[in-house]
């Protein structure tokens, strides 16, 4: 009840349109159904500040950005403030929790003596993740595609007779890029290391080792903790 009378306060006091109210809606829903899933009960009233830090983990975990995880705090700032106008508690759970940083990426821009350095003598591990943490880089320089065209990659999308990688950019307009022998030894023994070491998956062509899609957050980690390692500029990440 507490949660439907926050939102026909939307609707019908601060005349709020419906599509406004039901992001506001599904916003909470989804803690709600976080906390199910985590605890088996929910109760708005009994948040705690520690529930949200893990619901924000959570959704950048699944790849959610740092705009879209502040716009969900917002919605709940703005349901606690209602709670306790209304008197029905006088916590709101919010109060010390800092919504995540917007990242600002940048282009990568490195001299070929640079990548070459990078690629020739970091140490990347052994298994699956080093393999895959080393082609993420192989592609980014070999193809000069998008991060979110790389993480949207699916296997089908990988064309090993015609050399070819069919990537799905804004506005879903789709593009082939073409691809040499060094990257398809590369793409091959990743699969074959891949499906070895992580049998049940997705159908991303990049996975994480729960065999689920690579987000945003993880690649962009990944590619600026490697270039680091020989680029000169103070930001770095993939664009």
């Known amino acids: 009840m507490l949660i439907e009378s926050f939102l026909d306060y939307l609707q019908y006091e601060r005349n709020y349109s419906e599509k406004t109210v039901l992001a506001y809606g599904e916003d909470i829903m989804q803690l709600q159904e976080f906390a199910q899933e985590e605890y088996g009960k929910f109760n708005p ?14 959704l950048m975990d699944k790849g959610y950005t740092s705009t879209s995880v502040n716009r969900k705090l917002s919605s709940l700032r703005t349901f606690y403030k209602y709670l306790i106008r209304q008197g029905k508690t006088t916590i709101d759970p919010l109060r010390k929790i800092k919504g ?13 003596n640079e990548m070459n350095r990078l690629l020739d003598d970091t140490d990347f591990g052994e298994g699956f993740k080093g393999c895959r943490d080393r082609l993420v880089i192989e592609v980014f320089y070999a193809t000069g595609m998008r991060l979110s065209e790389l993480i949207g990659l699916d296997d089908k999308d990988v064309d090993f007779s015609a050399s070819l990688l069919k990537v799905t950019g804004k506005r879903n307009k789709q593009r082939l890029i073409p691809f040499g ?4 030894e590369l793409m091959l023994e990743y699969i074959n290391v891949r499906n070895e070491t992580i049998p049940e998956r997705s159908e991303a062509f990049f996975i994480r080792e729960n065999g689920e899609r690579l987000n945003k957050n993880l690649v962009y980690n990944l590619v600026k903790r490697n270039l680091s390692k020989v680029a000169t500029l103070k930001k770095r990440s993939p664009h």
């Open 45 to 58: 009233l009994e948040v705690e500040a520690e529930l949200i830090r893990e619901w924000i983990v959570s």
């Open 181 to 184: 022998d060094e990257l398809r």
């Open 100 to 112: 995540p940083k917007n990242k600002k990426p940048l282009p990568v821009f490195l001299k070929e």
